[in-house]
């Protein structure tokens, strides 16, 4: 079924569309971008749906955006998205504003049942009995002009996602969970809205727990210098300095351009080679006191295996039945539990385990590590 919709290539046209979303009390959104050799997602089209209009908005004609942000900040709408983690990225680095009050239906399904991290066509084949066509899924958003086929599958995201909402909303009011889902929508905006702190950088280096805190001391500058980097060139951080290449930089710490050669390409030591060393340099400077402290992975923790066990037996027994295990507590949230646990419980930056909705599951579990 073709799905009419607006093509909107205006600021007119687009105050407009959004001055009538306004006007209702929820609306479905969605974006399609492209990210391949950038560090920050390129958009390449808006899909917005009112309940009436399915609008698509071309971001490469339109200038003034001042409408539509108004409308992702209106109290008074609720916006709906689905699997949206990538979507708020969209908007935070483009507009500097997300989406409130949102709810993510990934979540919702989740806490109706339908599995953790349900993908929207199997949620359109749930609800509506309707098989979601993907053939466009890896269309190059920002080529114009789009084809009628791509143009559809757009609309398609927010057609069936809005009425897909109000189904579900009809179902969460035999559901006791609708205020954990508010909580872990509003959690997904307060995590966006956190900057990266560039010094910690070298944590998400995948090797780096083989090295000592010498070495770390010279990873945490090389790190830094590619992740700002990046965001400086929005270039994607492999395309800057390999992330491999970073861990043996850090762990050989070579003095001469020749030595990277063994390990790097040679149009990158043609570019950053001599960058490199200086950074090397930098990072024997750092003074011992100064070192960041040796990374412990959790499963070579002497107890964690037995730890985890027991967290996961304790979270069997309290799970509620209506929830399913993953979702109150997952392999990451007990990690998380169990790394404050032996850091002595410390007040501050508390597990999920520990806050909001889950704190009293949270606190069940934690017993077991007492």
Same mark, same amino acid.
């Given at each position: 079924m073709?799905i009419?919709y607006?093509w909107?290539?205006?600021d007119?046209?687009l105050r407009?569309v959004?001055?009538?979303?306004r ?5 479905? #959104? /969605?974006?399609?971008?492209? +990210?391949?050799?950038?560090?920050y997602?390129? $958009?390449?089209l808006i %899909? *917005? ?7 698509l908005i ?12 108004h ?7 609720t916006?709906?998205l ?7 990225e969209v ?12 709810i993510?239906?990934?979540i919702?399904?989740?806490f109706?049942?339908?599995g953790?991290?349900?993908g ?7 609800y509506?009995?309707i098989e #979601? /066509?993907?053939?466009?899924s +890896?269309?190059?958003w920002l080529?114009?002009? $789009?084809?009628e086929v %791509? *143009?559809?599958?757009?609309?398609a995201?927010?057609w069936y996602l809005?009425?897909i909402?109000q189904?579900m909303?009809e179902?969460?009011q035999?559901?006791?969970w609708?205020p954990?889902?508010?909580?872990e929508?509003?959690q997904?905006?307060q ?8 010094n ?5 280096i995948?090797?780096?727990w ?6 770390l001391?010279?990873?945490?500058v090389?790190?830094?210098?590619r992740?700002?980097?990046?965001q400086?060139?929005d270039l994607a ?14 762990k050989? %710490? ?5 030595e990277?050669?063994?390990?790097m ?6 570019i950053h ?9 930098q990072?024997q400077a ?9 990374i412990?992975r959790l499963?070579d ?9 027991a967290?996961?037996?304790k979270?069997a027994?309290i799970?509620?039945l209506?929830l ?7 392999k990451?949230?007990l990690n998380?539990?169990?790394?404050w ?7 501050t930056n508390?597990?999920?385990l520990m806050?909001?909705w889950?704190?009293n599951f ?8 007492a």
């Amino acid at each position: 079924m073709a799905i009419p919709y607006l093509w909107v290539d205006s600021d007119e046209k687009l105050r407009e569309v959004c001055e009538a979303a306004r006007q209702k009390k929820a609306v479905a #959104l /969605d974006t399609e971008f492209i +990210r391949i050799r950038t560090f920050y997602p390129q $958009l390449g089209l808006i %899909q *917005l749906f009112d309940g009436q209009t399915v609008s698509l908005i071309d971001p490469q004609k339109i200038q003034d955006f001042s409408a539509f942000c108004h409308l992702l900040a209106d109290e008074q709408v609720t916006k709906v998205l689905h699997a949206c983690s990538e979507d708020l990225e969209v908007f935070q680095h483009r507009f500097q504003q997300l989406p409130t009050p949102m709810i993510d239906t990934q979540i919702m399904a989740g806490f109706l049942g339908l599995g953790a991290s349900i993908g929207f066509a199997k949620l359109v084949a749930h609800y509506l009995e309707i098989e #979601l /066509d993907k053939g466009a899924s +890896r269309t190059d958003w920002l080529a114009r002009p $789009l084809s009628e086929v %791509q *143009l559809d599958y757009a609309a398609a995201d927010v057609w069936y996602l809005l009425p897909i909402y109000q189904k579900m909303q009809e179902a969460m009011q035999e559901n006791r969970w609708m205020p954990a889902v508010r909580e872990e929508c509003e959690q997904l905006l307060q995590k966006r809205q956190k900057t990266v702190n560039p010094n910690k950088a070298y944590l998400d280096i995948s090797q780096a727990w083989q090295l000592m805190p010498q070495q770390l001391a010279v990873l945490q500058v090389l790190a830094k210098w590619r992740l700002e980097e990046a965001q400086k060139r929005d270039l994607a951080l492999n395309f800057v300095v390999k992330e491999q290449s970073l861990f043996e930089i850090a762990k050989t %710490q070579p003095k001469h351009t020749s030595e990277l050669l063994n390990f790097m390409h040679p149009n990158e030591v043609r570019i950053h080679g001599k960058k490199l060393l200086w950074l090397v340099e930098q990072g024997q400077a750092v003074p011992q006191e100064n070192y960041p402290e040796k990374i412990n992975r959790l499963f070579d923790e002497v107890g964690y295996k037995q730890a985890l066990k027991a967290m996961q037996q304790k979270l069997a027994e309290i799970r509620p039945l209506d929830l399913p295990a993953e979702l109150l507590a997952s392999k990451r949230q007990l990690n998380q539990l169990f790394k404050w646990h032996r850091q002595g419980r410390p007040q501050t930056n508390l597990p999920e385990l520990m806050q909001g909705w889950r704190a009293n599951f949270g606190q069940l579990i934690a017993e077991v590590l007492a």
